[in-house]
């Protein structure tokens, strides 16, 4: 069974540059994946930022972009905020036609 | 303005069944695959079923295969989930969503327990 993975956690300084990745335990991240992004703060659901590889969703500010970095998807967030403290999740489309999450980072801001 | 509204959550004994609704507004829903993501408590998030737009495939994840079955209304806009041989480990905030555009409902809480 293909594992999506990410970093467990990660931190940035207040306006810092942080990039997330998100890969799989065999092969490479392509855009046939659909790579999306979501972030997820806790009681809530979760609010897309990044769909198909780098749209961005309606109302996402343009500080967090999507690519393929390597053989990973990536999101990258640049002057990172205080209120971008949260987890972020991605989701591969695998072949099989089930979609899959990665077990989410938690970005910390200090 | 895209909305999807989940209900039918409830607090069911194991060996239970229940079914999820999902009520979609706002875009052209026999247009778009949909799926059934849950998240446990303290937990991540996990994709339990996608459909497709006519309903002639149907896709599950390993952990509810043969329990689970996903279905669809595109006559009422509606998406279905229904639960059957519910375990503890099925307890869950279950949310409808288009994963590939990004359009999530705010989820109903599936809670399995004697």
């Known amino acids: 069974q293909t594992v999506v993975t990410q970093e467990p956690s990660f931190s940035v300084s207040p306006g810092g540059t942080v990039t997330l990745t998100c890969g799989l335990s065999?092969?490479?991240?392509?855009?046939?994946?659909?790579p999306s992004w979501y972030q997820q703060t806790p009681g809530q659901a979760p609010r897309t930022l990044i769909y198909?590889?780098?749209a961005r969703s309606s109302g996402v500010p343009d500080r967090f972009s999507g690519s393929i970095f390597g053989n990973k998807a990536a999101l990258t967030i640049t002057g990172a905020q205080a209120d971008d403290e949260s987890d972020y999740y991605c989701?591969?489309?695998?072949?099989?036609?089930?979609?899959?999450f990665g077990g989410g980072t938690k970005l910390t801001v200090l | 303005e895209v909305q999807l509204l989940e209900s039918g959550g409830d607090l069911v004994q194991p060996g239970g069944s229940l079914r999820l609704s999902c009520a979609a507004s706002?875009?052209?829903?026999?247009?778009?695959?949909l799926s059934w993501v849950r998240q446990a408590p303290g937990k991540g998030l996990e994709c339990v079923s996608v459909?497709?737009?006519?309903?002639?495939?149907?896709y599950y994840a390993d952990s509810v295969k043969g329990r689970f079955t996903i279905s669809r209304d595109n006559s009422k806009n509606t998406l279905y989930l229904q639960m059957n041989s519910l375990r503890a480990e099925d307890t869950a905030v279950y949310y409808c969503?288009?994963?590939?555009?990004?359009?999530w409902g705010q989820g109903t809480l599936v809670t399995v327990s004697s």
């Open positions: 969503a288009n994963l590939q555009y990004g359009f």
């Open positions: 706002g875009f052209t829903f026999s247009s778009h695959a």
């Open positions: 459909i497709s737009t006519s309903a002639g495939s149907a």
């Open positions: 065999s092969g490479s991240v392509s855009t046939s994946y659909y």
């Open positions: 198909s590889t780098n």
């Open positions: 989701v591969l489309y695998m072949v099989s036609g089930i979609w899959v």
